[in-house]
């Protein structure tokens, strides 16, 4: 079946350092992908996604690529705040499965010191 | 910005009491989801539903139940809760975008607390 595979946090950055969580995925068909965020106390957000290979997400500064060589989807920002720490999850919806249902991450802790 | 809906936010409970967990979205979204969030974070469905008097087991077995009378109102019940049912609780809705790509929105979650 349909995973996402995410790196394991928690990842502590200093402010204005590079960013990269790690996202892997399989799938059997041409799956949509996405990234949401999910700060303290609150639900997810979608930060960005991309619905096909080589289709490269944006939103607040953060960018994902779809790579179906690779099958990764991996989140980066050149220059991070302490307002950007929060869980970010990976996902996939595989419509072609027949569902209309998500496949997340296990969520990647993110934790930025001034 | 999606406007999906969830009440309440924080609910502290005695063991055994029924409670219900409300989810309202004003998007017309037709398919609607129930997420149990444990406390390392991992989202698990526990039900979902593609439009009115339509509703799916998700994933993870759940001891809860769930209604679709109206597009807009998906609520979660607990008939006899317990501490093992002590999560968050996220309740999402989605459409078909461009392409057909389903874009999820969640609700804020309901933090559930089972003494």
């Known amino acids: 079946g349909d995973s996402v595979t995410q790196m394991e946090g928690p990842v502590t950055l200093s402010e204005e350092a590079f960013l990269t969580i790690n996202c892997t995925y399989t799938a059997t068909g041409y799956p949509s992908l996405f990234w949401y965020v999910q700060y303290p106390g609150e639900g997810l957000q979608l930060l960005l996604k991309?619905?096909?290979?080589?289709d490269k997400g944006s939103n607040k500064g953060f960018e994902a690529t779809y790579r179906k060589e690779t099958t990764s989807f991996h989140l980066e920002k050149g220059s991070v705040q302490v307002s950007d720490s929060a869980v970010y999850f990976c996902?996939?919806?595989?419509?072609?499965?027949?569902?209309?249902?998500?496949?997340f991450g296990t969520g990647t802790r993110l934790k930025v010191l001034a | 910005e999606a406007d999906i809906y969830q009440t309440p936010r924080y609910l502290v409970i005695g063991t055994g009491k029924k409670i219900t967990l409300e989810c309202s979205q004003t998007?017309?979204?037709?398919?609607m989801y129930w997420y149990q969030q444990d406390p390392g974070m991992e989202l698990h469905l526990i039900h979902y539903?593609?439009?009115?008097?339509?509703?799916e087991k998700g994933d993870l077995s759940s001891e809860s139940t769930v209604s679709r009378i109206r597009t807009e109102h998906f609520p979660l019940t607990l008939e006899s809760a317990r501490p093992s049912h002590t999560s968050q609780y996220l309740c999402?809705?989605?459409?078909?975008?461009?392409?057909?790509?389903?874009?999820?929105?969640f609700g804020p979650g309901t933090r559930l607390l089972v003494l």
């Open positions: 998007m017309g979204h037709d398919k």
């Open positions: 996902a996939l919806s595989d419509r072609t499965s027949g569902t209309y249902k998500y496949i």
């Open positions: 539903s593609y439009g009115v008097n339509s509703t």
């Open positions: 999402a809705s989605s459409e078909p975008g461009r392409g057909q790509v389903e874009t999820q929105y």
């Open positions: 991309a619905t096909k290979a080589d």
